[in-house]
């Protein structure tokens, strides 16, 4: 028989590398945007139902799926089995509302309520007879008729003449839905 050598593998400092790769560079995949230089960590569609992907980074895959149909080419009831599917499954995502993954809120709010809020002013958490007092406020400071020809605030009490009926329509919703346990 043979005699056994130790192997260099046992206690510290470890004597050959661990495992079998190199110290080469690791291979990064850039975001197919022409021009950017970021990751492109963020698989996107070319087409609807192919198989091949554009690879993105954060920005330019918001960007590319801002206007991006997910119902392009089905008709009212495929799409609206395909929602009611798509719905269902989403389950656990409305579940963790309450952890705010969604983003900003406590999940009882639309993302066009939350731009309200900003265009208001206001937090994510604030109260009606909040939303009201702070487009009084607002409307006043920015009304034509006291600042006749400032096209800047024309335009500011426009948005927030617009915020406020996105709120008061979701409040309306609100009161009208019955109450559940």
């Excluded at 028989?1 to 130790?6: D, F, L, S």
């Excluded at 952890?99 to 002013?121: C, F, K, Y």
């Amino acid at each position: 028989m043979a005699k056994q050598r130790r192997s260099d593998d046992w206690g510290f400092p470890r004597w050959r590398s661990y495992g079998d790769k190199g110290r080469g560079a690791a291979k990064v995949r850039l975001c197919d945007r022409e021009g950017c230089s970021e990751a492109g960590d963020r698989p996107a569609p070319k087409a609807p139902n192919s198989p091949e992907r554009w690879y993105f980074c954060e920005a330019h895959a918001a960007e590319y799926n801002k206007n991006w149909n997910y119902f392009a080419g089905l008709s009212e009831a495929e799409a609206a089995k395909r929602a009611a599917g798509e719905e269902r499954d989403a389950g656990g995502f409305r579940q963790s509302s309450h952890w705010q993954w969604g983003g900003p809120g406590d999940g009882t709010r639309t993302r066009d309520e939350m731009r309200a809020l900003d265009a208001l002013e206001l937090e994510s958490d604030a109260g009606f007879e909040e939303v009201k007092a702070a487009y009084r406020r607002l409307a006043k400071e920015n009304h034509p008729d006291l600042k006749p020809g400032d096209e800047e605030a024309a335009k500011r009490f426009q948005k927030v003449q617009t915020a406020y009926e996105v709120l008061r329509r979701s409040e309306e919703r609100r009161e009208a839905r019955p109450a559940t346990d």
